[in-house]
């Protein structure tokens, strides 16, 4: 049953679902409705599970001593600190809540994304090669809209955005479209492969 | 290793310093380089100024403090165009990493303007579950925001009063640095017509110019780029405008990285075919 | 195939000739329920009076009276130009009585016309015919090639490169002793490119088991943490070796993007594993981990459906799975009827799109009014 269950309950939902987006009749849009919430209901609740499974496995890391043990720490203190703060507090904007985040969090984060600036220099210089045709007319599109993408329209004129806004326009467009449709028949292949349970890898297990 | 190979196998720390100082010097003497604006920023500054005073506008604050450098910029610019115009502002979150950010800016630009909460604005805060929630304030706002972010019912709020589901909402604006833009377009404008804008980071802007194209999007605002070029149009020059020197420079250094590593390729390509004849 | 295709293009013009239009009212006024609803909604047309061009012209007055009321009440006055309206708030089965006004600055209204409707929810959203005819045809085509599959028919998948390479990458690092890196994406266990990904993982530990290969498999969320060890583990014990399984080597790092990525970035540079796999969803840490695994010196694999995050796959990556080559994967590998005749399914789904986008085309080109006439065909509206 461990398996039955929640793979009848998976095809029962799913048709149950796909049908109702063709029903416009209010009973239907009552189940519509009452679907939504329990939706937004389970996944308030799948977060808090979130949470209390990570707390759980930062606890066991440290009581067993397991590899980067003292990082567990780290992890369980910020949890702490958040949540003290944001209860005791409140979550105004002066609150200590949100100074946490505005002083600690945010440069944190921003200062990680912005590594990025720096992989992308190194790894444009190590593999923009004009080794192939396609390689080439990669490099010249990835210049074209480098340079399209910053104000330089006052010294090389209006030529160089007009280019780059073309390339998105039509060839970037055509392309993306085309992936686009494809992940998107993917998506409803592998939809309907788990509400007729087909595909049970999400069960966990193998097939 | 000839010059030229020892040139290709660089070590990128070197690459990593040449980046930040062309970062750091244009931020501390900027060259105030002229923007031009382009057809997407533009829809949807049109989009906004084709709004009628009083129409509400939703602002939806998909990111979380790694995209605030891009996103931040044209959140505020937004923002500050609404308030121009008098359009009532309703701001939600649908990434759990953007309470703080969103708090901070409606609360900032808000006091700048003179904004009345409540009346000019108002913050519905974070609600997980990023379709249901579209898909919920296309039935009533209350389904998932029975109260704002302070845990004020939404009855009790004036402007919340006219606004009962996306049928009163004149415009959505979504800010993401993720995908929540293709829900937006897959549920509030496929599913009940809602007319939508988004605002994204520079390197996910390519992918939506399929929705631009079949009209799903009415405009486009994409990077730091997008964020200049919006602040342009509204008169106010700030972060975005400012970030746009060192951007230039850094991508220039990376396109003149490119074409030194193609030439040093190229003369590294023609000894090897020398030795090996 | 042929046959089907036929149908279904045979289907959709049918959907489009059973899509409710505006109607032109040949009477004054006309009211109607409103179509595709749930119900509680009356749609009221008008023809423009004549009076609209004169001055002290002020707009229209809809008013409305149910069965056995006498008096007409008024429900809304609609500006100039406006020939319609939709009545929200008449309640299903009660037949009313509609009656349009011209309102002037002089004189009194001048009745336009009256006419009765009683509302109704529909059973069938006839906007979204042509919605149904997509989702039954392509459910029937993936469900056909799964029978023929199964009854044991030859199925032709291209060579996908990426995929080819697992085995190799695997041999690899079997030969150089060293560790495989296994990323699963950074989304929880909804997401479709998740899924994909486990299937792959499911594969790949089934020959890491055989070949004693040691596996790291860092996760970003617990419960596809807790999906993935059990996958694991369940391939070690199908390989007969339920001993060789490391309970650490699946663990979860943390769910925050930077700080996962910066978990397996020190991974990468302490562990150096000879071959990663990058399959799932990404964001914007992809190059990071991609240049970071470079940098060590792994051959890498990607796979993801995240378009904004293939370009940095395919420069840092030796092979890149795009789309929905990673949800082929799970046919590619293992060769399984019931995939290989779902990934086929697919294919036709995609070539019936084409053909639409060349018919649309050449329609396009022959006349302006006959190409949008079938653009209009795939259209699907608002609720």
């Known amino acids: 049953m461990r398996r039955e269950l929640p793979l009848a309950i998976c095809f029962i939902m799913g048709i149950i679902m796909t049908v109702q987006f063709f029903i416009p009749h209010r009973h239907s849009q009552w189940l519509f409705d009452n679907m939504l919430k329990w939706l937004i209901i389970v996944l308030t609740f799948a977060m808090i599970l979130g949470i209390g499974n990570l707390v759980k496995l930062h606890i066991q890391k440290v009581q067993h001593r397991r590899r980067d043990w003292l990082y567990s720490i780290v992890a369980l203190f910020g949890i702490s600190a958040s949540l003290i703060t944001g209860f005791g507090w409140g979550i105004e904007a002066d609150s200590p809540f949100m100074v946490l985040f505005n002083y600690v969090q945010i440069p944190m984060q921003a200062t990680m994304f912005s590594l990025l600036a720096f992989y992308i220099a190194s790894a444009a210089f190590r593999t923009f090669r004009a080794r192939t045709v396609e390689a080439t007319l990669l490099l010249v599109a990835a210049v074209i809209v480098m340079l399209g993408r910053v104000p330089l329209e006052g010294i090389v004129g209006r030529w160089l955005p007009d280019l780059a806004e073309w390339i998105l326009d039509y060839p970037n467009m055509a392309a993306k479209r085309g992936i686009m449709i494809g992940i998107g028949l993917g998506a409803i292949s592998t939809a309907l492969k788990i509400i007729l349970g087909i595909e049970r890898s999400w069960l966990g297990g193998g097939d | ?277 | 195939m042929k046959k089907l295709t036929g149908i279904f293009i045979a289907l959709s013009l049918a959907a489009a000739a059973t899509a409710a239009a505006p109607e032109e009212p040949s009477l004054p006024v006309a009211a109607r329920d409103g179509p595709n609803d749930a119900g509680g909604a009356v749609e009221i047309f008008w023809l423009a009076s004549p009076l609209e061009k004169e001055e002290g012209f002020k707009g229209y007055e809809v008013q409305r009276r149910a069965e056995g009321e006498e008096v007409f009440a008024t429900i809304a006055e609609i500006p100039p130009g406006e020939v319609v309206h939709q009545d929200q708030e008449a309640e299903d089965g009660v037949p009313y009585e509609y009656r349009v006004r011209v309102l002037t600055s002089e004189g009194a209204p001048v009745v336009l016309g009256v006419s009765k409707a009683t509302a109704s929810g529909q059973w069938f959203n006839t906007a979204r015919t042509n919605a149904l005819v997509g989702v039954v045809f392509t459910s029937f085509v993936i469900i056909f090639f799964i029978f023929r599959a199964r009854g044991g028919a030859e199925l032709f998948v291209r060579k996908i490169a990426g995929l080819d390479a697992v085995d190799d990458a695997i041999g690899r690092a079997t030969e150089m002793g060293k560790p495989i890196l296994f990323v699963s994406g950074l989304a929880d266990a909804s997401e479709i490119s998740t899924i994909a990904a486990m299937t792959i993982l499911g594969k790949v530990a089934r020959k890491t088991a055989e070949y004693e290969t040691p596996l790291i498999v860092p996760c970003y969320d617990p419960i596809v943490m807790m999906v993935e060890k059990e996958i694991v583990r369940q391939a070690y014990t199908e390989m007969g070796k339920p001993d060789a399984f490391d309970e650490d080597s699946v663990f979860f790092v943390t769910q925050s993007q930077f700080g996962y990525v910066a978990a397996v970035d020190g991974i990468m540079l302490r562990e150096k594993p000879a071959t990663n796999f990058y399959m799932g969803a990404f964001f914007a840490e992809s190059l990071i981990l991609a240049e970071t695994g470079a940098e060590t010196g792994a051959i890498q694999i990607a796979g993801t459906d995240r378009v904004t995050q293939l370009p940095f796959f395919i420069t840092a990556c030796d092979y890149t799975l795009m789309g929905e080559e990673l949800y082929a994967a799970t046919a590619y590998l293992g060769r399984d009827p019931l995939f290989l005749g779902s990934l086929k399914g697919q294919d036709w789904a995609k070539a019936v799109i084409m053909l639409a986008l060349v018919v649309g085309t050449i329609f396009l080109i022959i006349s302006t009014d006959l190409g949008i006439w079938f653009a209009k065909l795939f259209e699907t509206s608002a609720s």
């Open chain 2, 1 to 277: 290793m000839n010059f030229y190979e020892k040139f290709l196998h660089i070590d990128r720390r070197y690459i990593f310093i040449f980046v930040a100082l062309r970062v750091i010097i244009p931020l501390v003497w900027p060259l105030g380089l002229a923007v031009t604006t382009s057809p997407p920023v533009e829809n949807v500054y049109n989009a906004v100024e084709e709004l009628a005073p009083g129409t509400p506008v939703l602002v939806s604050v998909d990111y979380d403090p790694s995209t605030q450098p891009e996103l931040s910029p044209m959140t505020i610019a937004v923002l500050r165009h609404c308030f121009a115009r008098d359009l009532p502002v309703i701001i939600t979150v649908l990434h759990p990493g953007g309470p703080g950010l969103a708090l901070e800016i409606s609360d900032r630009i808000s006091k700048e303007v003179g904004a009345v909460y409540g009346e000019d604005y108002v913050f519905l805060g974070y609600k997980v579950g990023s379709s249901a929630v579209i898909l919920s304030i296309g039935q009533d706002f209350h389904v998932s925001f029975p109260a704002d972010y302070f845990n004020t019912p939404i009855d009790e709020i004036p402007l919340m009063k006219k606004v009962k589901n996306y049928n009163d909402i004149g415009l959505v604006i979504t800010m993401s640095g993720s995908t929540y833009p293709d829900a937006w377009v897959a549920f509030a404008h496929e599913r009940y017509g809602q007319k939508l804008a988004a605002g994204v980071t520079a390197v996910m802007a390519a992918d939506y110019y399929p929705y631009l194209q079949t009209g799903q999007l009415v405009g486009l605002i994409g990077g730091l780029k997008g964020a200049a070029e919006y602040e342009k149009l509204i008169n106010r020059p700030d972060d975005g405008l400012k970030g746009m020197d060192a951007q230039t420079i850094v991508h220039l250094f990376v396109v003149l990285m490119i074409l030194l590593g193609n030439i040093a390729f190229l003369f590294v390509q023609r000894a090897k075919k020398r030795e090996a004849a």
